[in-house]
């Protein structure tokens, strides 16, 4: 969430297009209340900036998997055990997947 309200201030049209979405949802005076699921849903701007915000710096850069059988990769064949890590943030800031 951190890095959501860090990307909104850096871009003031994206944080007023976030702002007007919430309150035509939920309004703009003060409750005590969470929003609900329902009303979330209807907030696709503001999902969509949360989204970004998780690809551009994910909550983890890496993961790990394990092979389940013989395969080939590129020019490298890995063994059914072989243990796999995987760096999701190369993929997710490529300019061939995503315009940056």
């Given at each position: 969430?951190?890095?959501?309200?860090?990307?909104?201030?850096?871009?003031?049209?994206?944080?007023?297009?976030?702002?007007?979405?919430?309150?035509?949802?939920?309004?703009?005076?003060?409750?005590?209340?969470?929003?609900?699921?329902?009303?979330?849903?209807?907030?696709?701007?503001?999902?969509?900036?949360?989204?970004?915000?998780?690809?551009?710096r994910p909550v983890?850069?890496?993961?790990?998997?394990?092979?389940?059988?013989?395969?080939?990769?590129?020019?490298?064949?890995?063994?059914?055990?072989?243990?796999?890590?995987?760096?999701?943030?190369?993929?997710?800031?490529?300019?061939?997947?995503?315009?940056?």
């Open positions: 969430l951190q890095w959501v309200l860090l990307m909104l201030s850096q871009h003031a049209e994206c944080q007023e297009k976030c702002y007007k979405e919430i309150v035509s949802i939920i309004g703009d005076s003060p409750h005590e209340d969470h929003p609900t699921r329902e009303e979330v849903e209807k907030m696709p701007y503001l999902a969509g900036m949360i989204k970004e915000a998780l690809r551009v983890s850069p890496s993961f790990n998997r394990e092979a389940t059988k013989d395969m080939d990769v590129g020019d490298y064949t890995l063994k059914a055990g072989a243990r796999i890590m995987v760096f999701n943030s190369i993929f997710q800031l490529s300019e061939e997947n995503f315009e940056n």
